[in-house]
C-alpha cells in the first residue's frame, strides 16, 4: 500500500488522517475537531479605546477654542486702528412711532334729495369747494310748478276764509238781535275754523313746494375737497342712487388715526396732563420727510383685546388747494411721549449687538478694549441713550471695532505702529532697497 501523506497549515483547521480501506476511501477532514489557538479578545474594548481618544481631542480643541482667540489678539494679532468718542451725558427724547392713516373729520357722498335729470354740474373734479356752493342742478320746472299750484290753492281757500268771517260777522250782529236760528250761528263758526285749518295746509304745501325747488339746487354742505363726479349731464337721478352724486370730503383741518400699545397710555396720559397738549409729527412713507405738525387730540373708548393696542387721533392743519396730507394716505407718526435728563449717550455706531446682547469696547488704559454689556435707550440725531453699563467720561471705540474681542489692543486716533510713524519695519526695508 502507498504512504497516506498528512500535512497541516497554521490557519486551517487539523486533518485526522485515516488508512485507505479496500473500498478505496479517501482521507476525510473533520472540521469539527478544530479549536481556535489563541482567544479573541473582547470588541468593547476597542471601542472603550475609540471613544476615549475622541472625547479627548474634543477637549483639546475645546480648550484651544477658548483660549486661542484672546491669545492670539495679545500675542500675535496686530494692533488694529479705531476711531474713539467719549460718553456724555445728554437729554434724550423719547418717541412714540407707528403707523397712521389720514382720516377726514367729514366725509359725504351727496345725493340729489329730488329726482329729476341733472342740468348742470358746476364743479372742477378736485376742486376745494365752499360750504353752500351749488355742485349740481337738477330739472327745477315742475318743482316750479308745483310751488305755483300750491300758491294757487292757498289763494283760493284764503279768500274762502274771508268770506266765512265776514258771514260770520253779519250772523252775529243778528243773533244779538235774535234774527237769527242759534244754530245757523254756530254752523258758520265752524265753517270758518275748517277754513282757517285749510289755509295753515296750504301754507305747509306752499313751504313743501317751495323747499322742494331749493333741494334742485345740490350744495355742498360743508366745505372741502371734492371728488369724481358719479353722474353725467343729461342723468335721471333719484334719493336712491347708490353711489350719488359726488363724494365730498373735509381736508383742513385733517385727522390721523394710529394704533398705540396699552402700555403707552400712562406715560401718554401724564404727559397731556401736565404739558396740556402733546406735539405730533407726520412723517412721509420713508419716514425722513416732514410732511405737518399737529396735536394729539384723543384715544378711543376702549382697547382692542386682539391687539392690546387702543386707537389714537391727532389732528392737523391741512390748508391749501395742494394740501399734503391725503384721505387714507398712509404716513408715520412720532409723538414725543417723555424726555430723559442727563443719560449718558454714544454714537450710534459705537453699540454693538450679538450673542451676549447689546454691547460696546470701552478702551482701557493700556490701549486694550473691554467688551461691556449693556441696556440700550432711545435714539436721536445720531446718539444712542445708555440705560446702564456706562457712566460719562468712558471712551468706546466708535468707528473699526469689527474683528475685535475682549482684550484686543488698539491704536487709538494719532498713535501709530509698533515700528513708529512710518509704519512696519518691513515696509521700511523695502523702501531702503
Not at 404 to 430: A, I, K, M, T, Y
Amino acid at each position: 500500500m502507498p504512504a497516506v501523506r498528512s500535512w497541516r497549515l497554521w490557519s486551517l483547521p487539523r486533518r485526522r488522517t485515516l488508512p485507505i480501506d479496500a473500498a478505496g476511501a479517501a482521507e476525510v477532514s473533520d472540521d469539527s475537531a478544530y479549536k481556535p489557538e489563541q482567544k479573541r479578545r473582547p470588541r468593547w474594548r476597542a471601542y472603550a479605546w475609540i471613544i476615549g481618544g475622541l472625547i479627548l481631542v474634543a477637549l483639546i480643541g475645546l480648550y484651544f477654542a477658548r483660549n486661542g482667540d484672546e491669545k492670539n489678539a495679545r500675542d500675535k494679532r496686530p494692533s488694529a486702528a479705531v476711531n474713539t468718542a467719549k460718553v456724555e451725558l445728554a437729554d434724550v427724547p423719547v418717541h412714540l412711532s407707528a403707523i397712521g392713516t389720514v382720516t377726514p373729520i367729514d366725509t359725504a357722498t351727496i345725493h340729489t334729495q329730488e329726482s329729476g335729470t341733472v342740468f348742470a354740474l358746476p364743479f372742477t373734479e378736485g376742486q376745494i369747494v365752499r360750504q353752500g356752493q351749488v355742485i349740481a342742478q337738477i330739472d327745477p320746472r315742475p318743482y316750479r310748478l308745483a310751488l305755483a299750484q300750491a300758491e294757487g290753492t292757498l289763494a283760493k281757500d284764503q279768500a274762502t276764509l274771508i268770506s266765512a268771517r265776514q258771514d260770520l260777522a253779519r250772523y252775529e250782529a243778528l243773533g244779538k238781535q235774535d234774527s237769527i236760528a242759534r244754530q245757523t250761528l254756530d254752523q258758520q263758526r265752524q265753517t270758518v275754523r275748517q277754513n282757517e285749518g285749510q289755509v295753515t295746509y296750504d301754507r305747509a304745501a306752499v313751504g313743501t313746494a317751495r323747499l322742494n325747488l331749493e333741494y334742485t339746487s345740490v350744495k355742498a354742505p360743508f366745505a372741502g375737497r371734492i371728488g369724481l363726479r358719479q353722474v353725467s349731464v343729461g342723468s335721471y337721478v333719484t334719493p336712491s342712487d347708490t353711489n350719488g352724486l359726488v363724494v365730498l370730503t373735509r381736508s383742513d383741518p385733517i385727522d390721523v388715526q394710529f394704533s398705540v400699545p396699552q402700555g403707552q397710555l400712562e406715560a401718554i396720559r401724564r404727559r397731556q396732563g401736565d404739558a396740556g397738549t402733546m406735539p405730533v409729527t407726520a412723517l412721509d412713507q420713508d419716514g425722513k420727510a416732514v410732511l405737518a405738525q399737529g396735536r394729539f387730540s384723543t384715544f378711543d373708548n376702549q382697547i382692542d383685546t386682539t391687539t392690546g393696542t387702543v386707537k389714537a387721533k391727532a389732528r392737523f392743519a391741512n390748508p391749501g388747494q395742494q394740501p399734503v396730507l391725503f384721505p387714507n394716505q398712509f404716513v408715520n407718526v412720532r409723538m414725543l411721549t417723555d424726555t430723559l435728563h442727563q443719560v449718558p449717550v454714544v454714537p450710534v455706531s459705537a453699540l454693538r449687538h450679538g450673542a451676549p446682547g447689546d454691547f460696546v469696547f470701552v478702551v482701557q488704559p493700556d490701549s486694550t478694549v473691554k467688551l461691556v454689556i449693556v441696556k440700550q435707550g432711545p435714539s436721536e440725531n445720531g446718539k444712542t441713550a445708555i440705560l446702564s453699563g456706562l457712566r460719562a467720561g468712558q471712551i468706546v471705540v466708535s468707528e473699526g471695532a469689527d474683528g475685535l474681542d475682549n482684550g484686543s489692543e488698539v491704536r487709538l486716533p494719532g498713535q501709530h505702529g509698533p515700528d513708529g510713524p512710518g509704519g512696519s519695519g518691513h515696509h521700511r526695508r523695502h523702501s531702503s532697497q
